[in-house]
Each structure stands twice: as structure tokens, then as C-alpha cells.
Nanobody, 119 residues
């Protein structure tokens, strides 16, 4: 199983980016999918999470600016980031609770994609 994240880059403050993360492999089902981020010198923190049925939860710092969504047919989760701020600069990691065929539900991490917001 692999989670492949993409979409990071350099953007000016106030700009937008869209992150994508596709899960691939012998996947039977996917429950929660989410995005975390880790800024230099800080701990990894939750940004947003979305359930299989579409219920969402956001960190207070991104509410109203970020939107998480998913395409269950494509095993893909997205993070639309608008009104970006320099403090959003971090490596963003996707995360998923998924079950492989004939296996238990386990938690998986993607490789991370770097987002840099310049002031």
C-alpha cells in the first residue's frame, strides 16, 4: 500500500494550493483520510480529516481557509488551501486508516509534500 502526495510548492501569502493524495495497492476499504503538517522545529499536527461518509474536522488555525474532500472511487483525498499565510509553511503529510485485502485496518502515512508560503 502506498499513499502518494502531490501539489506542494512555493506560493505567496494570500495564494492558493491544492494538495492531492492517492492511495494505491491491495486496498479493501478506507475509513478516515486526513492531512497533517509539520513545521520546522515543531511537532506534527492535524490539519483536517474526513470520514468515509464525508464528515470533516479542521484545526482551528485553518477553518474557513482550507477544505478537505475525497473521491472514494479514486481512493484520493484533497486539501484545497486558500488565503495561505506564512505560518502555513510546513511539510504536509496525508494519512489514512485503511484495510488491505484479507488484513486488519491499519494507519498509513504518505511521504509528505512541502508547502512554502512567502510573505
Amino acid at each position: 500500500v502506498q499513499l502518494q502526495a502531490s501539489g506542494g510548492g512555493l506560493v505567496q501569502a494570500g495564494g492558493s494550493l491544492r494538495l492531492s493524495c492517492a492511495a494505491s495497492g491491495s486496498i479493501f476499504s478506507i475509513n478516515d483520510m486526513g492531512w497533517y503538517r509539520q513545521a520546522p522545529g515543531k511537532q506534527r499536527e492535524l490539519v483536517a480529516v474526513i470520514s468515509k461518509r464525508g464528515s470533516t474536522n479542521y484545526a482551528d488555525s485553518v477553518k474557513g481557509r482550507f477544505t478537505i474532500s475525497r473521491d472514494n472511487a479514486k481512493n484520493t483525498v484533497y486539501l484545497q488551501m486558500n488565503s495561505l499565510k506564512p505560518e502555513d509553511t510546513a511539510v504536509y503529510y496525508c494519512n489514512a486508516d485503511l484495510r488491505i485485502r484479507l488484513g486488519p485496518t491499519e494507519n498509513y502515512w504518505g511521504q509528505g509534500t512541502k508547502v512554502t508560503v512567502s510573505s
